[in-house]
């Protein structure tokens, strides 16, 4: 228990928490079949998402950086991607690399506000994606949502490979069905990280209100509940293993 005796140190293992999320979130795609029919568009997207846990957990932040902004060249390039959940995450991921950065130890003060600063500015830029993505999609059918994606795939037919172009639709009407439980959690998780932020810039109140509102959303959100026991001098929770690998409503 001596690991987590400075403050900052515990923060930033809840910060590490939270890329890991963000990461077993997308990392879902790529076991067994559910690699089969991505949208071809964007499948070097989900690939290069491969590396993004590795890079983060050396914190190896410049490669991060470059493999958000590779990322999001890709979904930029069509009108389906471009304000989706997908590109969200990238935000996210962003503020939560940056507070990590700005919790290093031994930082200069300029430039851990500097951090900080990048960091609110990615954290808003996630929460306000999300945002927007769960009013328009959160609560549509599978026929909705499938009526409302198919023009963006058919002028992609040939890409396609014309037959197969209804099955790709498939598998992109299983994603966003799959998001709109998801993507709860990830904004749960982007308020989070706005939280931190806020803290560290010494705006407690305001800090409290994210972390209550991520709980709002994501009631088993460990990492909010863990800054809140911060902020009010409570013991950590611990999450059991079971609890770690799947959440709660997945048991």
């Known amino acids: 228990m001596k690991f987590f ?14 890329l890991a999320i963000a990461g077993i979130v997308l990392s879902f795609f790529f076991t067994g079949s559910q690699k089969r029919f991505i949208d071809p568009r964007v499948s070097l997207a989900f690939e290069l998402y491969e590396k993004y846990n590795g890079f983060a957990e050396a914190g190896m932040y410049d490669s991060v950086f470059v493999l958000m902004d590779t990322i999001e060249r890709i979904y930029r390039q069509y009108p389906h991607y471009q304000a989706s959940y997908e590109v969200g995450v990238l935000y996210n991921n962003r503020a939560a690399a940056h507070i990590a950065m700005a919790l290093e ?13 990048l960091a609110q500015i990615h954290a808003y830029s996630s929460i306000s994606i999300y945002t927007t993505w769960i009013k328009y999609w959160g609560n549509l059918s599978e026929e909705e949502i499938r009526q409302k994606i198919k023009p963006y795939f058919s002028p992609y037919d040939e890409l396609f490979r014309n037959k197969n172009t209804g099955r790709f639709i498939d598998k992109r009407v299983s994603q966003i069905v799959e998001a ?17 932020v806020l803290r560290h810039q010494h705006m407690l109140d305001d800090a409290v209100q994210k972390y ?40």
């Open 180 to 196: 709109q439980v998801e993507t709860l959690r990830r904004l749960s998780v982007a308020m989070t990280n706005l939280g931190i």
């Open 5 to 18: 005796k400075n403050k900052n140190t515990r923060v930033f293992i809840l910060v590490v928490g939270t």
């Open 212 to 251: 209550l509102q991520a709980l709002e959303l994501w009631p088993d959100n460990l990492a909010a509940e863990n800054n809140l026991n911060v902020i009010f001098g409570k013991p950590l929770r611990q999450r059991s293993i079971l609890r770690t690998i799947f959440p709660k409503d997945r048991i």
């Open 105 to 117: 130890p031994g930082l200069d003060s300029l430039k851990r506000d500097s951090l900080l600063n």
